[in-house]
C-alpha cells in the first residue's frame, strides 16, 4: 500500500465541508429571502404602498441579503474579513467625499428616500407650492426629483425643494 498523507486528507474533507456548509447556507438565505420578500409584498398591500415603492424595497433588501451572504461565505472559506472592510471603509470613505463635492444630488436623493419612506404624497395626490406657486398633480416620484402636471404640461421638480419650501397637500389620491 502507498503512503498516506494525512494532511491531503484533512484538506479535502475540509474543503467538502466547507463547500456542503456554503451550499447549506445558500439554501437557507434563499429561503430566508423568500419569506422576507413574502412579508415585505404583504406589509405593502396592507399600508397600501405603490408599486414603485415596492420595487425600490425589494431591490435594497436583495442587495443586502447579496451582502449578507458574501460575508458568510467568505467567513465559512475562511477569507480575513479585516482586509475586506478596510477596502469597504476606504471605499465607502471615497464615495462620502465624492458626494459631498455634489452634494445637491445626494441631498435630492436622501429627500427622495425621505419621501419613499415618509410617503407625505403619492402619485396622483395634488399639491400646491407656495414659492413660486404652483398646483399641480404628482405624476411619477424618481429618487432625485418628482414630476408633476399642471395646466400647462409635465414638470421635474428636486426633490429637496419639498423639504425647503412649503407644500400644502390639497388631495391624497
Request: aromatic share 12%; proline share 2%.
Amino acid at each position: 500500500m502507498g503512503n498516506f498523507d494525512l494532511d491531503n486528507y484533512i484538506t479535502i474533507h475540509s474543503n467538502t465541508f466547507r463547500l456542503a456548509l456554503s451550499v447549506l447556507v445558500l439554501m437557507l438565505m434563499l429561503l430566508l429571502r423568500s419569506v422576507v420578500r413574502k412579508r415585505i409584498k404583504n406589509l405593502s398591500i396592507l399600508h397600501s404602498y405603490e408599486a414603485h415603492r415596492l420595487l425600490l424595497i425589494r431591490k435594497i433588501t436583495a442587495i443586502l441579503f447579496w451582502i449578507v451572504l458574501g460575508v458568510i461565505i467568505l467567513t465559512i472559506w475562511g477569507v480575513n474579513l479585516e482586509n475586506i472592510w478596510v477596502y469597504i471603509g476606504s471605499f465607502i470613505t471615497l464615495v462620502a467625499v465624492a458626494f459631498f463635492a455634489i452634494w445637491s444630488i445626494l441631498s435630492n436623493i436622501v429627500a427622495g428616500i425621505l419621501i419613499y419612506l415618509l410617503n407625505p404624497f403619492k402619485v396622483g395626490s395634488k399639491l400646491k407650492m407656495f414659492d413660486p406657486e404652483i398646483v399641480a398633480t404628482v405624476k411619477n416620484i424618481n429618487l432625485i426629483f418628482t414630476e408633476l402636471e399642471d395646466e400647462e404640461g409635465v414638470f421635474s421638480v428636486p426633490n429637496n425643494l419639498f423639504f425647503q419650501k412649503p407644500v400644502k397637500i390639497l388631495k391624497i389620491n
